[in-house]
């Protein structure tokens, strides 16, 4: 209980400064990268796996929050990609005919009922 206590209390509880500056709705509790303690203390704590945090393999508290959290939306930069043409050399390309395989149907035949209404 001491231990929980002190690990709620410090760095990487909800109090702490990293977590009060996070978004309210980033908590750890709801990240992919959370990975909840055994026993008892599950409810309440679990490991940072997230390598990108400054938590990462550290205990926090489920109401802890960094910033990091896995659904963190990601700024785009405003300038698009220059993407170049496509460029299709088919000067290497050999002309082949296909006879029809046994079975198949002429483009100009009925298609075969298959009874559906």
């Given at each position: 209980?001491?231990?929980?206590?002190?690990?709620?209390?410090?760095?990487h509880?909800?109090?702490?400064?990293?977590?009060?500056?996070?978004?309210?709705?980033?908590?750890?509790?709801?990240?992919?990268?959370?990975?909840?303690?055994?026993?008892?203390?599950?409810?309440?704590?679990?490991?940072?796996?997230?390598?990108?945090?400054?938590?990462?393999?550290?205990?926090?508290?489920?109401?802890?929050?960094?910033g990091?959290?896995?659904?963190?939306?990601?700024?785009?930069?405003?300038?698009?990609?220059?993407?170049?043409?496509?460029?299709?050399?088919?000067?290497?390309?050999?002309?082949?005919?296909?006879?029809?395989?046994?079975?198949?149907?002429?483009?100009?035949?009925?298609?075969?009922?298959?009874?559906?209404?």
């Amino acid at each position: 209980a001491e231990a929980a206590q002190r690990w709620y209390d410090g760095d990487h509880g909800p109090d702490a400064a990293i977590s009060a500056a996070a978004p309210a709705a980033a908590r750890c509790g709801t990240c992919g990268f959370y990975l909840p303690l055994a026993g008892s203390l599950r409810l309440a704590f679990g490991a940072c796996g997230n390598f990108y945090a400054p938590d990462d393999g550290r205990v926090v508290s489920a109401d802890h929050g960094c910033g990091a959290h896995s659904e963190a939306l990601v700024e785009t930069p405003e300038t698009p990609v220059d993407e170049l043409p496509t460029v299709y050399d088919d000067s290497a390309v050999e002309a082949m005919t296909v006879s029809r395989a046994l079975g198949s149907v002429e483009a100009a035949e009925p298609a075969e009922p298959y009874g559906h209404p």
